[in-house]
């Protein structure tokens, strides 16, 4: 719930006791005690009002603050507008002409962002383009949305390291005494660098000659398409044996194993039971479109849909005050599978080389009067879990 929620909901409980002081004493003369509560909620609706306006200023200018921020980012790509400019053209005769149609200063160009002598190993794709295809990633499978994403400019092994601190407690110690002792547990995980590739796309000279043909579309289109339905599957499952190590092999599994063919409320209960409290704080749910609307049907004891549908006021659907991710690359409900993930999904890191990188191919389809095009990136996945197990999930029970 965010913060300015909250504060609308406290000042709107106020108010619901001053109207039902009001209504008890309407007619008659209040007592000294209800005048003096009266007094008292009327100072409280108050002071939660200013609240409320200093939050909604705040929440304004953090809004006019990021569009200027994003504005920024728009006219700055490598340094500057003009130089992002100057891409995006070398970038368009990359794909029209080819490695041998680019003049000299748009190679330079892209020898700069690329680190790399010669475009044997393809170019770079522009920051808008790019920020296009993993704005699509993030809708098309869910780890894009959930995990956090670390850039890095090079392909050696990435090693983050992890930390189990949680026996370490403070304690009383007396005067001149000396202290515990608790070394916490280190430990570390290495992020490789897979390289992912698209299929290659057939494109007519005509359509590369049409100064109306987006390119650009095409290209968002083909490597969110593509690299989505590859990179989000093995970032779910992967068994990171030449492929990242997916967030479901990683999880913690629930204590309680659901039934084989259905997810009940004591198992959600279960399972967001079993999540730290640390994790559980910034937790969301992760499961596909087939388990949302089983979940959706689910009832309390007293008949009512435990789901919250937020529709009133504009917040986003919640189980249990918490948010979700859509992945369909999960599995559905069933015997021996795993249809439900809940924790800090932001403890998953996902890995990318640079960004995403095109190859234009002259000759293999030139008896067709076309090129080739194929995208690549070099992508891996890990959970952090230092021993405190971030994310937990429901497996149901074998058949």
């Known amino acids: 719930m965010s913060k300015l929620k909250s504060l609308k909901e406290s000042r709107a409980a106020i108010f619901t006791q001053i109207d039902e002081l009001r209504t008890t004493t309407d007619g008659r003369e209040m007592t000294s005690e209800e005048e003096a509560r009266w007094q008292q909620l009327l100072a409280d609706y108050e002071k939660a009002d200013r609240t409320v306006e200093a939050e909604e200023r705040y929440v304004e200018i ?28 070398a970038f368009r005769d990359y794909l029209q002409h080819g490695a041998t149609g680019v003049s000299p200063e748009s190679r330079a160009l892209f020898e700069q962002r690329a680190g790399l002598t010669g475009l044997s190993a393809g170019v770079l794709v522009p920051a808008t383009l790019a920020e296009n295809i993993e704005v699509a990633l993030k809708a098309y499978g869910g780890m894009f949305e959930a995990g956090t994403i670390l850039t890095t400019t090079s392909g050696g092994d990435l090693i ?47 359509l590369l000659q049409d100064s109306a043909f987006d ?25 990171g044996t030449g492929k990242p190590s997916g967030i479901v092999g990683a999880a913690t599994a629930c204590k309680t194993a659901p039934a084989a063919t259905a997810v009940t409320l004591d198992d959600i209960i279960e399972l967001v039971k079993g999540v730290d409290s640390s994790y559980a704080r910034n937790g969301r749910f992760m499961f596909n479109r087939n388990t949302l609307w089983a979940l959706v049907k689910i009832k309390d004891s007293t008949g009512r849909y435990i789901w919250q549908e937020g529709a009133r006021d504009g917040t986003p659907p919640t189980l249990f005050g918490k948010g979700y991710v859509l ?44 090129i080739g095009l194929f995208g690549f990136a070099r992508v891996d996945g890990v959970l952090l879990d230092a021993g405190t197990h971030p994310v937990h999930k429901l497996v149901h029970k074998s058949a």
């Open 160 to 206: 983050l390291p992890t930390v189990n601190d949680t026996e370490s407690k403070a304690t009383v110690v007396a005067e001149y005494q000396q202290s515990t002792k608790s070394a916490p547990s280190f430990g570390s995980v290495t992020l490789k660098a897979y390289t992912y590739r698209t299929p290659i796309v057939p494109v007519s000279l005509e």
């Open 327 to 370: 992945n369909d690359d999960l599995e559905d409900i069933g015997a021996g599978k795993t249809s439900v993930l809940f924790g800090d999904l932001s403890k998953y890191r996902i890995r990318m080389v640079k960004s995403f990188r095109v190859i234009r191919l002259n000759e293999l389809l030139a008896e067709y009067l076309s």
């Open 62 to 89: 953090e809004r006019r603050q990021a569009e200027r921020q994003y504005a920024a980012r728009e006219t700055t790509d490598n340094g500057s507008g003009q130089q992002a400019d100057e891409y995006h053209s």
């Open 215 to 239: 390119l650009e579309a095409l290209l968002s289109g083909l490597l969110s398409d593509s690299f989505g339905r590859g990179i989000n599957a093995d970032l779910t499952s992967g068994n």
